[in-house]
């Protein structure tokens, strides 16, 4: 599993795409993906894990979208 840090977001951000993305993508429900959504807003970091598979892709989709995505492969 990787896990992907979104730390803040940028000019643009597109919130209800954000949202989107994490609820057709990572499958979360609406409650939850906007929760985490409005966490990125206030300045929270949020933490998801993912595939290692998917990290890439997601985390390509999320830097478009305006979100600020790093993601870190824990050691084995």
């Known amino acids: ?6 730390s803040g977001w940028k000019q643009g951000f597109q919130k209800v795409k954000f949202t989107d ?10 409650s939850r993906a906007k929760r985490m959504t ?3 807003l206030e300045s929270e970091t ?6 290692d598979a998917e990290a890439e892709r997601i985390v390509s989709a ?5 979100a600020k995505c790093t993601a870190a492969v824990p050691a084995r």
């Not at 599993?1 to 979104?6: A, F």
């Not at 949020?46 to 595939?51: K, N, R």
């Not at 999320?62 to 305006?66: A, I, K, V």
């Open 1 to 6: 599993m990787t896990t992907l840090m979104i």
């Open 21 to 30: 993305l994490l609820q057709t993508v990572l499958g979360y429900p609406l």
């Open 38 to 40: 409005d966490a990125i």
């Open 46 to 51: 949020v933490e998801i894990h993912v595939d």
């Open 62 to 66: 999320m830097e478009q979208l305006g």
